[in-house]
């Protein structure tokens, strides 16, 4: 567990980080089916993310002349990538003199490699390859599984954060009429409950300052393709792209 900066979009960077993300979802026909994050909300490890086939992609929204600075840093959205295995990219924008509208500096996704500056195009990477999920991407869905039964219950979200490094997960308001905050942890088959983390009680002393009250969520996840014939049979690994079972019961 450990500190992560929640610094804010300024009002500025908002206008420039939703013109970028309304270009990502021009360069596909009927717009990007699999958002990861497209929430201006605290904290960033990227500005944006999707899944594109097999393939997923975190993007951090520059602005080439450098008159305004987005939140997080490249060393978080490298370590996001990293333990995700997805690709970590720069979208550079520039606002027009004319209009004062902000566009993607080079054509097409308008997207370069992090690392590189090199241009990449999504589509072109996207392969028939099955690439097993990541423990990053599991607990990140399991976190967006807690994260919308909360707004069905219609609770307040104030923030959330797939990084399994990070807790809690999810912060809210709650029942209390005050911020509660989860512990989200996700388990595959054939695990079917996740169990609190051993180092609940220092979470809770952490979180205190703000909230006592706390709870925990378990999602465990199996795949469709699972054929449940046998008590010992091996798991059918969780694809990047397919389908699966989730069992979740709510916040204890």
């Known amino acids: 567990m450990y500190d992560v900066e929640m610094q804010e979009m300024s009002q500025d960077f908002l206008k420039c980080w ?17 958002w990861l994050r497209a929430h201006p909300y605290p904290p960033f490890l990227e500005h944006l993310s999707f899944r594109l086939g097999n393939q997923l992609f975190f993007i951090r929204v520059e602005d080439v002349d450098g008159k305004i600075n987005g939140p997080g840093s490249l060393r978080g959205l490298f370590a996001l990538a990293e333990g995700a295995n997805g690709h970590a990219c720069i979208l550079p924008m520039q606002k027009q003199l004319l209009g004062g509208n902000w566009l993607p500096v080079h054509p097409g996704w308008g997207i370069v490699d992090a690392q590189s500056r090199r241009p990449i195009d999504p589509v072109a990477l996207v392969t028939d390859e099955k690439i097993e999920m990541t423990p990053w991407e599991l607990h990140d869905m399991a976190v967006q599984i807690v994260r919308d039964h909360l707004e069905t219950q219609e609770f307040q979200l104030m923030s959330w954060q797939g990084n399994p490094e990070v807790d809690p997960a999810i912060w809210y308001i709650g029942d209390s009429k005050g911020p509660e905050w989860v512990v989200v942890r996700s388990v595959r088959y054939p695990e079917n409950h996740a169990h609190r983390p051993q180092n609940w009680q220092l979470i809770a002393a952490d979180c205190s300052r703000i909230s006592r009250i706390g709870h925990f969520a378990s999602v465990a996840m199996v795949s469709m393709e699972q054929p449940f014939s046998s008590e010992n049979e091996p798991a059918i690994p969780l694809w990047r792209g397919y389908g699966m079972h989730v069992r979740f019961t709510g916040v204890e």
């Open 18 to 34: 939703q013109a970028a993300g309304m270009h990502l979802n021009r360069q596909v026909d009927g717009g990007i089916q699999a």
